[in-house]
């Protein structure tokens, strides 16, 4: 993720975090990023719904 993003609407579901911001050309954007040391999962959505669900049926492979 770059610096200097505003994410808003930050929620977190379980490990995972889920934010919206607005990309360069102001774009709504959605991403989903596990908080969970070593785990690595972040992606963004072009929706929320999509990004809240990812959160949702993320499963950590780190235990
Ligand atoms: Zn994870």
């Known amino acids: 993720m770059t610096a200097n993003r505003r ?3 930050v929620v977190r579901i379980g490990p995972v975090q889920v934010a919206t911001y607005y990309d360069d ?8 990023a596990c908080t969970a040391p070593r785990c ?3 992606t963004d959505y072009d929706s929320r719904a999509a990004a809240e669900l990812a959160a949702r049926t993320h499963r950590c492979a780190v235990r």
Request: net charge positive; no cysteine.
């Open 25 to 32: 050309r102001g774009r709504e954007k959605h991403t989903a």
């Open 7 to 9: 994410f808003r609407r």
């Open 40 to 42: 690595g999962f972040a």
